[in-house]
């Protein structure tokens, strides 16, 4: 336990070098930047699909639910859930960068902000009923660390409570500070007895996006709707409770994967 412990904690320093890297990099934050119609084009897709997998769950009213970003970063997404409906007080952000969590802060201070990882969430059982995560696992070269945090978002996710999570799927052999995350990774992760997964591809490759966005941006998002550039994937993850005790659902009972 000791040398896994260990393990974990040298993947965290790596994870902060990295991210503290990108942060002095100002083509990377270019990169990033909402003018960026590669960029924008990404973040319409995922709040399309994330708008409609909330719906799908019957999530629509979210005034008195709690929600926790994973990796929030500087706070954009949970910014974003303010706009749906969401209460400040019921929400929360963790992320590992100090830098990050007092950027979010000056922004909305009324929102619960902690500095810490994922693998060790400073809250207690049965917390929140949506928990996100956006491009966080493909950071993590570490397999029990990725573990570690499915395993926590599990603890402090409500009966009834929902898990949303989008991330890439294939690795880049131009970058080996990331790694793909495909759907059986996050069946992996996240399998428990009456656990059902929801998959749907979107995101046009980035590569490609970044090319055609600014020069023909309809085009660029005809062909993210089309799929078959499409490098990412968004799931919705739910937990039938009673069937949670250690008990395999039956085959008759079990949601088939979304192939869209």
């Not at 890297?21 to 319409?44: D, I, K, P, V």
């Not at 995101?203 to 996006?209: D, E, G, I």
């Amino acid at each position: 336990m000791k040398r896994v412990t260990t393990t974990i904690e040298q993947e965290i320093a790596r994870i902060q070098e990295e991210y503290t890297s990108r942060a002095n990099c100002g083509a990377f934050a270019a990169r990033y930047s909402l003018f960026n119609e590669a960029t924008l084009l990404q973040l319409h897709s995922i709040e399309r699909h994330l708008l409609t997998l909330l719906k799908r769950h019957k999530f629509t009213e979210l005034a008195n639910k709690t929600i926790l970003d994973i990796g929030c970063g500087t706070g954009m997404q949970l910014q974003r859930f303010l706009a749906y409906g969401a209460q400040p007080g019921n929400l929360a952000g963790i992320d590992l960068m100090p830098e990050r969590i007092a950027l979010a802060k000056q922004m909305n201070p009324a929102i619960d902000w902690r500095q810490g990882s994922a693998h060790e969430l400073p809250y207690p059982d049965a917390s929140f009923d949506l928990i996100t995560l956006f491009v966080v696992f493909s950071s993590i070269l570490n397999e029990p660390l990725r573990q570690r945090i499915a395993d926590e978002i599990w603890r402090v996710r409500k009966p009834g409570g929902l898990i949303l999570c989008y991330d890439f799927t294939y690795s880049n052999p131009r970058n080996p500070a990331v790694v793909g995350i495909p759907r059986q990774q996050i069946r992996h992760l996240f399998q428990r007895p009456g656990a059902q997964f929801d998959f749907h591809r979107i995101t046009l490759a980035p590569p490609l996006a970044r090319f055609i966005a600014p020069r023909a941006y309809d085009l660029a998002s005809f062909l993210e709707q089309v799929k078959l550039l499409n490098t990412h994937i968004i799931c919705s993850i739910k937990l039938d409770d009673k069937l949670s005790s250690g008990r395999v659902l039956p085959a008759f009972l079990r949601v088939p994967d979304s192939r869209d």
